[in-house]
């Protein structure tokens, strides 16, 4: 791969979470990852697949994926599975996480904010991807707790005063673009075919020639809007600095200055 600074790095992180041992299971995250690492396989990346991940297996995956990346690297991490917001912050759920009623006491939740830490300032353009928040996982019998003015506790240490439905809006690093396969405060669809309908339509749009990354996420947000009959919108935000392209960019028209595009596909 080349880029207007010569070669260049893809890594990427693909994980799914279907068999949750006290949520409820999901029938596409796995699915939905498999498709997702193939597409990006297709395109250049060195991915790493990661099916159905512990608490500790996600600790150890995204601190080995961020010991890879580099400034001339082009970084990707995709999360397909249950989701979480919690006191305004928003947690991956992990296979074994649980919600102990008895003891109102939650565990085994993962910060998304140490995937975007990890990767801030690592590359040259970094992606997070979260096709997640399926369905509620525990978070109604969560927030039925909360709102009886009972408390909850984190295992991990603190007290959770708020469960929201969906994820809140995140903001990256100068150099990130974090894309959700709905808007805040939103729940995404699982599928009823092999793929989630976000991740469908990720994937047809990941390899098409002389997108740039925002184009791809503008035109998988139009098919999803379709495919859920308005029901689900594709939401990101970017703080990407100069244009990145999985394929072909388009060529610049003769005697235009220079702009600096990163990400040029192999051939």
Known sequence: MVSASGAQERIALVIGNSAYQQAAPLRNPANDARSVAAAL???????????????????????????????????????????????????????DATFDSARNEVSGLYPIDIVIARMEGKSEASIVILDACRNDAF???????????????????????????????????????????????????????????????LVRALPTPGLEIRQVFSRTRADVVIATGRQQVPWDHSSLTNDLYLRSPPSAAPGSRPDRRIGLPPP
Do not use: C, W
């Open 41 to 95: 396989s297709a395109i250049g990346f060195e991915v790493r697949l990661s099916i159905d991940l512990s608490t500790a297996g996600f600790f150890a995956e995204v601190d080995r994926f961020s010991q890879q990346l580099n400034r001339r690297s082009v970084a990707l991490f995709y999360y397909a599975g249950h989701g979480l917001q919690v006191n305004g912050m928003n947690f991956i759920v992990p296979v």
């Open 139 to 201: 978070g109604m019998d969560i927030r039925d707790t909360v709102s009886q003015g009972r408390s909850i506790k984190l295992r991990d240490g603190g007290q959770i005063r708020s469960v929201a439905k969906g994820f809140a809006e995140m903001q990256g690093a100068i150099g990130m673009l974090i894309a959700y396969a709905t808007q805040p405060g939103n729940v995404a669809f699982d599928g009823d075919g092999d793929n989630s309908p976000f991740t469908a339509a």
